[in-house]
């Protein structure tokens, strides 16, 4: 048996609501969940069932109503807006549901955007996002700007830029949903690779077939996990 592994990220106790009052909606109801390291982990539910929510949650891009959020043994749930950038710079790799790509960039600069903000500049920066593009078949569109890219390429690129810091947690929201199935597969495929490599991957999916390339499957229905 091998270790067991370490738990990058916690939730316990999570609730989410959105709005006051007569217009407040729960969307997550008290959800406890361990993400670790070296495991590729998918996230599954019907359309509005807190996916997105749970994963912003988990990326520090949304505070909890109630409940604890654990990064790498850290508190980070009620850190506010002024510490919440570092923590996120350097231990999570976003994958948007919209990309949220800088448009009037180039596919390399996108990437190279996450390493200069970790100190990493000039050759070795572009180097790197070379490197990690081509690795995910772009090779010929580095120097194109993102807004002239296909949706299946600009995706691409948010995987790409997602890795390129090399951060310990990796989360992404449908990065397969523009993407045709082959390509789909392969960016499944470098995504586990990278877990296997000792990242925590969680991925939201709604394509059954990529249930057969994770280690561990957690499903979300009406704001809680069931088993
Ligand atoms: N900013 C918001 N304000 C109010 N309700 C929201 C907001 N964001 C999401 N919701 C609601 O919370 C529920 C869960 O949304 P979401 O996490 O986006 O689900 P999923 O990603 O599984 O489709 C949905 O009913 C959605 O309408
Ligand atoms: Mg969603």
């Given at each position: 048996?091998?270790?067991p592994?370490?738990?990058?990220?916690?939730?316990?106790?999570?609730?989410?609501?959105?709005?006051?009052?007569?217009?407040?909606?729960?969307?997550?109801?008290?959800?406890?969940?361990?993400?670790?390291?070296?495991?590729?982990?998918?996230?599954?539910?019907?359309?509005?069932?807190?996916k997105?929510?749970?994963?912003?949650?988990?990326?520090?891009?949304?505070?909890?109503?109630?409940?604890?959020?654990?990064?790498?043994?850290?508190?980070?749930?009620?850190?506010?807006?002024?510490?919440?950038?570092?923590?996120?710079?350097?231990?999570?790799?976003?994958v948007?549901?919209?990309?949220?790509?800088?448009?009037?960039?180039?596919?390399?600069?996108?990437?190279e955007?996450?390493?200069?903000?970790?100190?990493?500049?000039?050759?070795?920066?572009?180097?790197?996002?070379?490197?990690?593009l081509?690795?995910?078949?772009?090779?010929?569109?580095?120097?194109?700007?993102?807004?002239?890219?296909?949706?299946?390429?600009?995706?691409?690129?948010?995987?790409?830029?997602?890795?390129?810091?090399?951060?310990?947690?990796?989360?992404?929201d449908?990065?397969?949903?523009?993407?045709?199935?082959?390509?789909?597969?392969?960016?499944?495929?470098?995504?586990?690779?990278?877990?296997?490599?000792?990242?925590?991957?969680?991925?939201?999916?709604?394509?059954?077939?990529?249930?057969?390339?994770?280690?561990?499957?957690?499903?979300?229905?009406?704001?809680?996990l069931?088993?």
């Open positions: 048996m091998s270790a592994s370490q738990v990058t990220a916690s939730l316990r106790g999570v609730v989410k609501r959105y709005g006051r009052g007569h217009t407040a909606f729960t969307a997550l109801r008290g959800i406890d969940l361990d993400v670790r390291a070296g495991e590729l982990t998918l996230l599954m539910g019907p359309s509005g069932s807190g997105t929510t749970l994963i912003s949650i988990l990326g520090c891009l949304l505070e909890p109503t109630e409940g604890s959020v654990e990064i790498r043994g850290q508190r980070v749930d009620s850190l506010g807006e002024r510490r919440l950038p570092a923590v996120r710079l350097r231990n999570i790799g976003f948007f549901q919209g990309f949220n790509l800088l448009r009037s960039l180039t596919a390399i600069e996108n990437v955007v996450p390493l200069f903000l970790c100190g990493v500049h000039g050759r070795r920066a572009r180097a790197r996002a070379l490197e990690l081509e690795s995910l078949g772009l090779e010929g569109k580095e120097r194109q700007l993102t807004e002239d890219l296909s949706g299946g390429e600009k995706q691409r690129v948010a995987i790409a830029r997602a890795l390129a810091a090399d951060p310990p947690l990796v989360l992404a449908e990065p397969t949903a523009a993407l045709d199935t082959r390509t789909g597969w392969q960016m499944m495929e470098a995504l586990r690779d990278r877990a296997h490599g000792g990242v925590a991957v969680m991925v939201v999916t709604h394509d059954v077939r990529l249930e057969a390339l994770a280690d561990r499957i957690v499903r979300i229905e009406d704001g809680r069931v088993a």
